[in-house]
Nanobody, 122 residues
Framework: QVQLVESGGGLVQAGGSLRLSCAAS????????MGWFRRAPGKEREFVAT????????YYADSVKGRFTISRDNAKNMVYLQMNSLKPEDTAVYYC???????????????WGQGTQVTVSS
């Protein structure tokens, strides 16, 4: 198992930026694909971005592609989500997740953080 703790959420105006961080501990971090998911009020959790174990492969939901960037620093056991040009529809609790498949499906991720709130005002 991998323990994950997110941070960096907050309140930002539309068009602004935030960077989320996820600190990992437990099993070898570099062996895991990492992902970010989010859950908006009253909606199901949805895929945001994933990154391969090496950091060489990244994948994004269409709704965030071109605005968000996922990255990782295996030496520090950290994964990040840089969010630019934020929109009110990005408002959600954002979750960090770890798995062995670089996938957009939350079923492929077995370890989850508790989430960090991102609120984007209009």
């Amino acid at each position: 198992q991998v323990q994950l703790v997110e941070s960096g959420g907050g309140l930002v105006q539309a068009g602004g930026s935030l960077r989320l961080s996820c600190a990992a501990s437990g099993r070898t971090f570099s062996s895991y694909a990492m992902g970010w998911f989010r859950r908006a009020p009253g909606k199901e959790r949805e895929f945001v971005a994933t990154i391969s174990w090496s950091g060489g492969g990244t994948y994004y939901a269409d709704s965030v592609k071109g605005r968000f960037t996922i990255s990782r620093d295996n030496a520090k056991n950290m994964v990040y989500l840089q969010m630019n040009s934020l929109k009110p529809e990005d408002t959600a609790v954002y979750y960090c997740a770890a798995g062995f498949v670089t996938s957009g499906s939350d079923a492929d991720f077995g370890s989850w953080g508790q989430g960090t709130q991102v609120t984007v005002s209009s």
